[in-house]
């Protein structure tokens, strides 16, 4: 069974679409995560959610629009597309939100904008 | 400021060479943890170790071991007798309190290549 998944696994779009990821987690865990995964594999935080409350809001640009329906699920959705939006993006879960709390993250979604 | 610096961005080694990872990291708070994660060649980041503080000892897990020196903000991780397999990014991660929460901030991986 797969903990945290996410859908789609590859996602190529121009400039200027609206799309959207989804994340899964069948884990019974409280908070989930976006993480972005630039070209230098450095990885950022950009929202988490706790019991379906938006916890982390990082300096991410209006145009990203995280929307959690339950705890268990976390999407992204991304308006008027940007070349520089191509990453990969990474859902998490954590049981809690504490300090100690290990997160267990998805395969990833490789959003490329043409 | 970077909270969490890896200053090796990619080392190369041969099959049975032992492999360090160096991971300083910096914050004013006196509890937090430090984590460290396995980013294969599939993609998906896989949590190997967490550790508070609070708690210098040293770390082993089979091939792997963990020495952790707050007097050095430095949480090293070091693959003894690499495999083939070994061969990804490896992330240390500082889990710290901000404001009303937490927050997990990465370095920036170190890419390990073992060569057969």
């Known amino acids: 069974d797969t903990a945290v998944s996410q859908t789609p696994k590859y996602l190529v779009t121009q400039m200027g679409n609206d799309k959207s990821i989804k994340c899964e987690q069948n884990l019974g865990h409280d908070t989930m995560y976006w993480y972005k995964q630039d070209s230098k594999k450095f990885l950022k935080i950009m929202f988490s959610y706790n019991n379906k409350e938006l916890i982390i809001n990082e300096t991410v640009p209006n145009r990203f629009s995280p929307k959690s329906p339950d705890k268990a699920h976390l999407n992204l959705h991304i308006n008027s597309l940007e070349l520089g939006d191509s990453a990969v993006y990474f859902c998490a879960s954590s049981p809690g939100k504490g300090l100690a709390d290990e997160q267990y993250f998805g395969p990833g979604t490789r959003l490329t904008v043409t | 400021a970077q909270k969490v610096t890896q200053a090796q961005t990619e080392i190369s080694v041969v099959e049975k060479e032992d492999v360090t990872l160096d991971c300083v990291y910096e914050?004013?708070?006196?509890?937090?943890?430090l984590f460290w994660y396995k980013q294969p060649p599939s993609g998906e980041l896989v949590f190997l170790i967490r550790r508070n503080s609070f708690d210098e000892q040293n770390e082993i897990s089979g091939r792997y071991s963990w020495n952790f020196q707050k007097s050095t903000s430095s949480f090293n991780f070091t693959i003894t007798a690499s495999q083939v397999v070994d061969s990804a990014v490896y992330f240390c991660?500082?889990?710290?309190?901000?404001?009303?929460?937490?927050?997990?901030?990465f370095g920036a991986g170190t890419t390990v290549t073992v060569r057969a």
């Open positions: 991660a500082l889990s710290e309190a901000i404001v009303n929460d937490y927050k997990l901030s």
């Open positions: 914050t004013r708070d006196t509890t937090y943890y």
